[in-house]
């Protein structure tokens, strides 16, 4: 009973032509993935389809398909980057430009909630004074006197 089930788990795991197209980018300018090219006579996609349903027959995995072609063509030819290194940031930096525009919106907001200063005053004349008494009323006659 368990040797009938090997080999249904076995094709379960193989992987279709379509499931590893799907992470390679057709190099001939169309910008879709291998699976998905619109050109029915693509000088790109229709060979490499055939050597990837070559490399699912003689049992490779998705993952090393997709290592061979981005060997051999770089990283260009993955249509998503990777988990690692400098390409992590293409992952991370959407998640924190999001966070930042949620942060100064909700700063915004706040400033916008307590509402505008009354007219003449500023944010600084709303703390309390530094000065003493006798040097602002001596301030105030000097302004006065000098209008």
């Not at 997709?66 to 060997?71: S, T």
């Amino acid at each position: 009973m368990l040797l009938a089930a090997a080999p249904r788990a076995f094709a379960a795991a193989r992987p279709t032509v379509s499931q590893v197209s799907q992470g390679l980018t057709c190099q001939c300018g169309c910008g879709l993935t291998v699976a998905n090219c619109n050109h029915p006579s693509c000088s790109f996609s229709v060979p490499l389809r055939g050597e990837i349903e070559a490399m699912i027959s003689h049992g490779e995995t998705r993952e090393q398909i997709l290592a061979y072609y981005r060997h051999k063509f770089g990283e260009k030819i993955l249509s998503a980057p990777t988990t690692e290194g400098f390409n992590l940031l293409a992952w991370t930096m959407p998640f924190a430009a999001i966070l930042l525009g949620g942060g100064f919106i909700a700063l915004a907001f706040t400033r916008w909630r307590n509402g505008p200063l009354p007219a003449g005053k500023s944010p600084a004349a709303s703390e309390p004074s530094a000065f003493d008494s006798d040097l602002r009323r001596r301030l105030e006659n000097e302004l006065k006197e000098n209008r």
